[in-house]
């Protein structure tokens, strides 16, 4: 005979199975025939052939930037895969909490206010209660370490002779001298937009402990435009040995990739318990698994798995001042350990509230990480949640960087639906 509780585990991983069956139909649907004829990683890799820039020569010198050149491209390529496929995501905290009043013998709500925007709050959604969510994310990434994406520049250096092109006894065998001090100054131009579609779910398997998934379908499209330069130095005898024309031998200075892709991000896996409740603070632990199940390749997924355990505090103020108004501060730390690269492991925290009613609740907060590299990120979201229908909540809320380090957009735009039942 089945327990109580093991019938509840026994629906919602039915129920949960079912849902996912249903989420991959729909992106049998949703995907179109945009997959990029080359991974999306190899776009900028690829330019001007995939290997390198080759010059024409006067004589019967080969302008050897090729090697160069192409180690410069890859390097810029490498630099930005890293940040590449590492989305946002929304809250796992339902709109709605619940709890059981043995008086009255039923569930009655605890809403004071409808939640967070990324962060967790303590309480949970209550035993047998599911929060069903619906996320559109929109966002173009625009900076890279503070330099612009459409006005990215990488210098390529020539190729050293060796033995040395001039005198045996006066350069050092490899060093650059003459027309090997000439450099090519390879600007490069980059539109990424992003689309994320993402259904989550949160079911209360008891009065303390939630569980919830995250389901992204992510769509992205990149275009990619170069245009090289020949930097002639001052100190090169022979300033028209290297030269830049196409009826010369020479890559065409312009080149250009596009591609897109569409298909499942990175899933993520959730769990939280609250271990302390009082009329002061409430206290929860919890704990987010992100299986790296996206196309790294193709910027769909990050391409690591990572787990992370973290605290969660939160207090509600009611009726402020006499106000209809409450008031929840909340907290969240914890550390990230990426499974696949320690070194991208980070501390993460956010800090912030979520203040209204149970109609309308504004939130705002400061999300930040700290990882083994020692680099720093923040950026600040703010956001509204309208209970529009019964148990049903719009939201729309925002982020924007707060400092340079890696890959950002300017602002992150996110649009969503969700219903508690």
């Known amino acids: 005979m089945r327990t109580r509780a093991s019938f509840r585990i026994h629906s919602f991983a039915s129920r949960t199975k079912n849902l996912l069956l249903s989420l991959a139909v729909l992106l049998f649907f949703f995907r179109e025939a945009s997959e990029a004829a080359v991974p999306l990683s190899e776009l900028i890799s690829g330019l001007y052939g995939g290997n390198g820039i080759t010059l024409g020569a006067a004589t019967r010198h080969d302008a050897h930037f090729t090697r160069e050149s192409g180690d410069a491209l890859n390097q810029l390529n490498d630099r930005l895969g890293t940040d590449f496929g590492v989305f946002p995501f929304n809250s796992s905290a339902g709109n709605f909490s619940f709890a059981f009043d043995a008086d009255l013998g ?3 709500s605890t809403t004071d206010t409808l939640g967070p925007i990324f962060a967790e709050r303590a309480p949970t959604v209550g035993r ?12 173009d990434y625009d900076e890279f370490n503070g330099q612009n994406l459409h006005d990215l520049h990488v210098e390529a250096l020539h190729q050293p002779d060796e033995p040395p092109q001039f005198d045996p006894d006066g350069p050092i065998r490899g060093k650059r001298s003459g027309f090997e001090l000439d450099t090519l100054d390879i600007n490069v131009d980059i539109d990424a937009s992003v689309r994320i579609f993402s259904p989550a779910v949160t079911f209360g398997l008891t009065d ?8 992204p379908i992510v769509d992205v499209d990149m275009d990619v435009r ?11 005898p022979t300033p028209d040995i290297h030269l830049t024309n196409v009826v010369d031998g020479a890559e065409a200075p312009a080149d250009r990739a596009s591609g897109s892709a569409t298909g499942i991000g990175d899933i993520v896996l959730g769990a939280k318990y609250q271990f302390y409740k009082s009329g ?31 605290l969660v505090a939160s207090r509600t103020f009611r009726a402020l001042g006499g106000s209809p108004l409450n008031l929840t501060p909340h907290v969240n730390m914890g550390y990230e350990f990426n499974v696949d690269n320690f070194d991208r492991s980070a501390f993460e925290y956010i800090v912030g509230f979520d203040a209204g009613t149970r109609r309308v609740t504004l939130a705002s907060e400061l999300l930040g990480s700290h990882n083994q590299e020692g680099e720093d990120r923040f950026d600040a979201a703010v956001g509204v949640k309208w ?35």
């Open 226 to 236: 170069s245009y090289y330069r020949l930097n002639i130095s001052p100190l090169n």
């Open 208 to 215: 303390k402990l939630d569980v919830s998934v995250f389901f």
């Open 106 to 108: 039923t569930f009655v």
């Open 128 to 139: 047998g209660k599911w929060n069903v969510s619906f996320y559109a994310t929109f966002f």
């Open 387 to 421: 209970n529009v229908y019964k148990r049903l909540v719009l939201l729309g809320n925002v982020i924007f960087p707060l400092n340079d380090t890696g890959l950002r957009s300017d602002l992150i735009t996110t649009l969503g639906v969700g219903m508690s039942f």
């Open 280 to 310: 002061t603070l409430d206290l929860a632990g919890a704990f987010l698994a992100q299986l790296a199940n996206g196309d790294k390749d193709n910027f769909l997924g990050s391409g690591d798995n990572t787990l992370r355990p973290f």
